[in-house]
Structures are given as structure tokens and as C-alpha cells.
Nanobody
Framework: QVQLVESGGGLVQAGVSLRLSCATS????????MGWFRQAPGKEREFVAS????????NYADSVKGRFTISRDNAKNTVYLRMNSLKPEDTAVYYC?????????????????WGQGTQVTISS
């Protein structure tokens, strides 16, 4: 059974940093592209960042480019999202997702597996 479990969310002030983690199990992680998405209240789930399995190429939404960094540790079957200079508009539930054997990217329907999400709230 594939499981993706996010952690690291919380309530912080604007300007600080957080690091989200997504620990996976039951998944061929080293052959899975991984992505982070977020969903704010009343809004659609949107792409944040992704990283390929083949060569570690990364892709970011324009709204987070230069502030967020996605990375992966294949030995720990875990993907991370480092978030710097957080803004109130970054407030959302953050989800990780896996695209087994795929190339991932910003399209939600390419991902096979999803976590339950972790809440990130940024106060001004």
C-alpha cells in the first residue's frame, strides 16, 4: 500500500521559513517524480513545485520561484519543500504527490498518489 505523509506545516509569521517533508512508503520512490501542490480555502488545488526522478530536474510555479526549493532524498524515500520569505498568500494546505515512472510537472492528473496534506498558515 502506497502512503505519502506530509509534515512540517504550522502557523508562522510572514518572512520566516518552513521546511515541509513528505515521507513515502510502498512506493518505488527512486522511479517516481514528485510534486508539491497547495489549496487555499475556496480555491482550486494549484501546482507549487516538482522534481523528476531521472535527473532531478525541478520546476516551480511563478508565484514561488526564487523562494521555494524542492529536493529529494532517495535513500530516505522523502521529498522536501523548503519555503523561504513566506507570505500570507502562501497560506494553504500543502499536498505532496507521486508520479510513478512519469515526468511529473504542473498537471495534477499526471500524479498517481497523493498525501493527506499539511496546513501552512502565514500571519501578517
Amino acid at each position: 500500500q502506497v502512503q505519502l505523509v506530509e509534515s512540517g506545516g504550522g502557523l508562522v509569521q510572514a518572512g520566516v521559513s518552513l521546511r515541509l517533508s513528505c515521507a513515502t512508503s510502498g512506493l518505488t520512490f527512486s522511479r517516481s517524480a514528485m510534486g508539491w501542490f497547495r489549496q487555499a480555502p475556496g480555491k482550486e488545488r494549484e501546482f507549487v513545485a516538482s522534481i523528476t526522478w531521472r535527473n532531478g530536474l525541478t520546476n516551480y510555479a511563478d508565484s514561488v520561484k526564487g523562494r521555494f526549493t524542492i529536493s529529494r532524498d532517495n535513500a530516505k524515500n522523502t521529498v522536501y519543500l523548503r519555503m523561504n520569505s513566506l507570505k500570507p498568500e502562501d497560506t494553504a494546505v500543502y499536498y505532496c504527490a507521486a508520479d510513478l515512472w512519469g515526468a511529473a510537472g504542473p498537471e495534477k492528473n499526471k500524479y498517481n498518489y497523493w498525501g493527506q496534506g499539511t496546513q501552512v498558515t502565514i500571519s501578517s
